[in-house]
């Protein structure tokens, strides 16, 4: 098989549904499909069949371990390897054995991960169980092959302690609304939807040499220090540039691996900042979408260091450059892959379109706290709002056509729509919607485009479960909404026209087209009263307003327990985050930092000594200049320092209560780190280059 053979390649480490189809007998198979399609449970017969024709299918390529691959409240990915190895009845051969029971549960004694008190260690360990909507996989390292087995992991209680029961159960909670809509629209065979999900990653890629010698990097995964180059992004020379030997050496493999296990990598490309990237893929169904993002992320670090370098997923690695994020193109699919995002041709279902599209308006609207949260980490912290990424003001771009269509519906009044039609007698005789999909505004932070939804607050780092999780279910719920009051209507038609205006009206204060990295949004949005919440500690609130716990716990995605449990761990992530970034920088400082100024200024103050010893009368004013410079920011550095070594000493007292830790940590650490951080980017800009003890952004930016 060639490098070049893509379809060959594509896939090639996946237990497909082509390769079941070849490998399980006819029935096993059938009563597999209904239970990835409908949720039937499968006899265990069937999984022991499956369990067999899995193990044979991975030995045959290699493997001799299996593992339940899933994904823990960390936010990254678990597993634990069983090899296949069993001995025969009699306990005298070596025989090879994977059973049904162990492809669909498995007993990790996972006590170590964050249950933010779902299960105390002490108690019933955790349960993976099967996900056979997500194909299982082989995974590849310089050791040989591994058969993953996605799986959702679960208490004893049944409580979900991972990011892929939620999602699943949000999928299904948004289905059942979206059917009954359908319903209403006349069709009456559709039994489930797919939500469809394409994340675009963003990545930056160092030398790996030069991010050794930076412990805040290698700690924290970002920079704490740096003064900025002279040249970073303005010539914007760098985005869609021609890709550089090494990255395009190290792309085309990250390619390869993401292909042989089925991530249908698509487009690849140099971004705006200096050594930042994006990979995305074809967008697929949200489960998958989800698990192959979190192999992605996983090669992606893994595949660089093949190449001498450092995969950098943090939000914001270097301050005052581009960050990074994820953009989760989001919607709809029947599974005949009919879009339900996509204007019609018919005014009926162009009805229909409007229903989905003002769901999803009232929506956002409703929830915008809880949409951005489900964002929120400490590193997007220092990305959103900050000019380069959407802002933290929650907002919806549709563009000036569906704007000017939806006014229409609000008042009432017929006119010329911008696109040649006569909007008619409201929503049931809409003409066709050519909808121009180029508008694209960049600066908004949940931007139609088209036929889908782009949610570009997405954290680079974080899995995607939790953002769609929350943008399943609030539009299950408006959905909900709607649907109870159609489903009651005696004339369908004036109902909806009024239903649909009811919406806009109450919600088009969150659609804004304009420019959402200007200073005025922010006023115009206070004067709207769209919340602006710009820290991850305040954000995380949302998840425990009592109107989130209730429609969680109506749609049934999570109990206010497993709610509570995600708002502490996320406060204490937050808090630990900060903490370890506080002890990182006040060890550079300590170890690194200052005694590269104080040897620099000692050198200065020699040789001012060393000129007016030669007594021939030169000029000193220049050293004395550079030495007071240093000088004096050294004082400032030394007094923020100490500033933020009080502050670490506080914080460790309240490691107990992270709810407290995290908004101390938030107050005190945050904006100590940066007055520090202040003075010494000042000293660096001063200091001789061989003085300075770490690689600067000049180095690292231009590394690769
Ligand atoms: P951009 O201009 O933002 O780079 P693209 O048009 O290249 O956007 O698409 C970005 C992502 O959106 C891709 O991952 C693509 O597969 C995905 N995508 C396209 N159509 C849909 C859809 N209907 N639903 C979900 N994702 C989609
Ligand atoms: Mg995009």
């Not at 310089?142 to 999602?167: H, M, Q, R, V």
Request: some cysteine.
């Amino acid at each position: 098989m060639s490098n070049c053979d893509l379809q060959a390649i594509y896939g090639c480490h996946v237990f497909s549904e082509d390769v079941m189809s070849q490998r399980l007998p006819k029935e096993t198979f059938a009563e597999l499909n209904n239970t990835i399609e409908k949720g039937t449970p499968l006899s265990s017969q069937a999984a022991d069949v499956i369990a067999d024709a899995m193990k044979d299918w991975a030995m045959e390529k290699g493997a001799t371990h299996y593992t339940h691959w899933f994904q823990p409240l960390n936010g990254f990915t678990a597993e634990k390897h069983d090899s296949f190895l069993d001995f025969s009845k009699d306990g005298i051969h070596a025989i090879t054995k994977f059973s049904g029971k162990a492809l669909i549960k498995g007993e990790p004694d996972a006590s170590s991960f964050p249950s933010g008190g779902l299960r105390a260690t002490f108690e019933a360990r955790g349960y993976t169980a099967w996900d056979c909507t997500s194909p299982a996989f082989l995974k590849e390292d310089s050791s040989g092959l591994t058969l993953c087995i996605p799986t959702a992991f679960c208490s004893y209680n049944g409580e979900a302690l991972d990011k892929k029961t939620p999602l699943l159960r949000s999928v299904e909670a948004l289905s059942k609304q979206v059917i009954r809509i359908l319903r209403l629209f006349g069709d009456e065979t559709t039994e489930h939807i797919n939500v469809s999900c394409g994340a675009e990653q963003e990545y930056f890629l160092v030398d790996k040499k030069m991010w050794k010698e930076r412990p805040d990097f290698v700690f924290t995964g970002r920079s704490l220090l740096g003064a900025k180059p002279p040249k970073t992004q303005e010539m914007d020379d760098h985005y869609f540039g021609t890709l550089k030997e090494r990255v395009s050496a190290y792309m085309k493999e990250l390619d390869l691996a993401l292909w042989k296990v089925g991530v249908p990598a698509k487009t690849k490309h140099n971004e705006a900042a200096p050594a930042q990237h994006e990979l995305a893929p074809i967008f697929e169904t949200v489960n998958i979408a989800c698990d192959h993002n979190q192999i992605a992320m996983e090669m992606m670090k893994k595949i660089a260091d093949h190449h001498g370098m450092v995969c950098l997923l943090h939000e914001k690695p270097f301050a005052g450059i581009n960050g990074s994020g994820k953009h989760n193109n989001w919607s709809i699919t029947t599974p005949g892959g009919l879009n339900l995002l996509n204007p019609g041709k018919t005014p009926g279902e162009n009805a229909q379109f409007l229903v989905f599209l003002c769901a999803v308006i009232s929506a956002i609207d409703n929830h915008a706290a809880l949409i951005r949260a489900s964002a929120a980490n400490a590193g997007n912290d220092y990305r959103l709002g900050a000019l380069e990424a959407p802002p933290a003001i929650i907002s919806i771009f549709l563009g000036d056509e569906l704007t000017d269509i939806l006014e229409q519906i609000e008042s009432g009044e017929k006119h010329q729509t911008k696109f040649g039609g006569k909007l008619d007698t409201g929503v049931s005789s809409l003409p066709n919607l050519p909808l121009d999909t180029t508008d694209r505004n960049r600066t908004s932070p949940f931007a139609f485009t088209g036929n889908k939804f782009e949610f570009r607050m997405v954290p680079s780092s974080a899995s995607i479960a939790g953002p769609n999780t929350v943008l399943n279910t609030v539009v299950a719920d408006a959905l909900s909404d709607i649907a109870d009051r159609l489903e009651n209507a005696k004339d369908f038609d004036s109902e909806l026209n009024r239903l649909l205006a009811d919406i806009i009206k109450e919600h088009k204060r969150v659609i804004f087209n304009g420019n959402g990295y200007g200073a005025e949004w922010v006023a115009e949005a206070k004067r709207r009263g769209l919340p602006n919440i710009n820290n991850s500690v305040d954000s995380y609130e949302a998840f425990i307003y009592p109107e989130s716990i209730r429609l969680f716990e109506k749609h049934n995605v999570y109990s206010e327990t497993e709610l509570r449990s995600r708002y502490e761990i996320k406060m204490e992530k937050y808090a630990k985050i900060v903490g370890i970034e506080a002890q990182t920088l006040l060890q550079m400082i300590n170890r690194q930092i200052m005694p590269a100024c104080l040897s620099y200024a000692d050198k200065i103050a020699q040789s001012i000594v060393n000129i007016k010893a030669t007594g021939i009368g030169c000029d000193t004013l220049p050293a004395e200049e550079i030495l007071r410079k240093v000088s004096s920011n050294i004082a400032s550095l030394n007094k923020a320092t100490k500033k933020l070594e009080r502050s670490i000493a506080r914080s460790e007292q309240m490691s107990e209560d992270y709810i407290k830790y995290a908004k101390f940590s938030r107050d005190a650490l945050v904006a100590d780190m940066q007055e520090v951080r202040k003075y010494a980017d000042a000293l660096e800009t001063v200091v001789g280059k061989e003085f300075w003890p770490i690689p600067t952004y000049n180095d690292l930016i231009y590394s690769v």
